[in-house]
């Protein structure tokens, strides 16, 4: 079987949660079928055999975000001769395995990872480029002979955001883990480098700067929270200026309300992160729309209680009480946090449970061979419909 996977995140350009899903499994599928990878960026010879990169056209460069797109896109779709079936991940990507559908006459597969209409906030950085990403993620989802959710919430909502789709073409295939790279680390020299004072427990946040995100919610709910906890974000690549400077003012705030905040703008090697992922007293995960948040997994693995949001998938990862805690978004959403957190920092015996607990559940239900097994047999399925 000869499958084309599309995506805009591939290694070592890899920023969000879609990315590290199509990372994970590439190297899965890999192993199942002929696989070709078309991701965007310029070619680099440290690309192995089957992967493509593409960039927008030199024309657009300075256009809508959403034209540069449709352009990679365009590409994309030129490029798939010769496969059997196309598998598109995000809005970057659906478009050319929608085109690639009608030129080439293949099967096409959509993984929806989040929804454009679950995030109006996103007008903020495309303008008018929003109308041309939900039109473009509409029409692929619509027309694809399979679309995969990566959540039980997340096929509701692609239901109820897509009722023309037909309920049987919708299938639920969780994300995944590798147990294997995210696994306690008891080494400490990541936390002496940042300064982390060894002593005090810290709640850890891992995630872009974005409304979706909830990181401003976030910065106001840890204001009061136990004094000898420190706070520690990796947090960057804010979606628009606006939101850059909204996190400033409530970094700025907050590092005058309390010490022992620490923020690290760049994005850190995964290593790294797995260090400070075994060592935090909590993982904190503030996210208004959350498909299913492999953020959370990753916090699990490493033996991390999690305090996220009822929200989304996140319930099917994190399990309440017995993982982490989780929390309503309501108009209490913040004190939620806060009250969420002190009670984690406070029983580090409980929160210890709740970590060996969560990496068990992330061993047992959350392994990527398992989720490429269950993509290929979608494949399968679909090729037999045609």
């Known amino acids: 079987m000869r499958v084309g996977l599309l995506t805009r995140e591939y290694p070592p350009d890899v920023y969000g949660g879609a990315g590290v899903h199509v990372e994970f499994l590439a190297r899965e599928l890999a192993a199942l079928v002929d696989l070709d990878v078309h991701c965007w960026g310029e070619a680099s010879g440290a690309d192995g055999a089957g992967v493509s990169r593409h960039r927008s056209w030199p024309a657009l460069d ?5 034209l540069r797109t449709l352009s990679v896109d365009l590409a994309m ?11 598109s991940h995000t809005w970057y990507a659906n478009l050319g395995g929608h085109l690639a559908k009608l030129l080439h006459g293949v099967p096409h597969v959509v993984t929806a990872h989040s929804l454009e209409p679950l995030r109006p906030w996103k007008a903020e950085r495309l303008g008018g480029g929003y109308a041309v990403s939900s039109w473009t993620e509409r029409t692929a989802i619509e027309a694809a002979d399979a679309v995969i959710a990566v959540s039980g919430a997340m096929r509701d909502d692609i239901l109820a955001c897509y009722p023309a789709l037909p309920a049987d073409r919708v299938h639920v295939v969780h994300n995944g883990i590798d147990t294997r790279l995210y696994r306690p680390d008891p080494a400490t020299d990541v936390l002496d480098r940042i300064g982390l004072d060894r002593s005090r427990p810290y709640v850890l946040f891992v995630g872009r700067i974005t409304r979706q995100k909830g990181v401003p919610h976030l910065l106001r709910a840890v204001r009061d929270i136990d ?9 960057g690549a804010p979606d ?19 010490e022992g905040v620490h923020w690290l703008p760049q994005m850190l090697p995964r290593a790294e992160v797995v260090q400070l992922l075994t060592h935090a007293a909590v993982f904190v995960c503030p996210s208004v729309y959350e498909p299913l948040g492999i953020v959370n997994l990753e916090a699990m693995a490493c033996g991390t209680p999690v305090v996220a949001s009822r929200t989304g998938g996140i319930p099917e990862v994190v399990a309440d009480g017995e993982t982490g805690v989780l929390v309503e978004v309501d108009d209490d959403f913040e004190a939620g946090l806060a009250r969420a957190l002190d009670a984690v920092i406070g029983d580090p015996a409980a929160g210890r449970r709740m970590g060996e607990a969560g990496r068990e559940r992330a061993v047992a239900e959350f392994g990527w061979d398992a989720v490429a097994r269950r993509t290929v047999r979608l494949y399968e399925d679909v090729l037999a419909q045609v």
Request: glycine residues 4%.
């Open 62 to 66: 300075g256009a809508n975000e959403a």
């Open 77 to 87: 779709a030129d490029a798939l001769t010769g496969r059997d079936l196309v598998h």
């Open 227 to 235: 004094p000898s906890a420190q706070v520690v974000l990796c947090a």
């Open 240 to 258: 628009t200026p606006e939101i850059d400077r909204e996190f400033r003012d409530l970094h700025r705030e907050l590092s005058r309300a309390r």
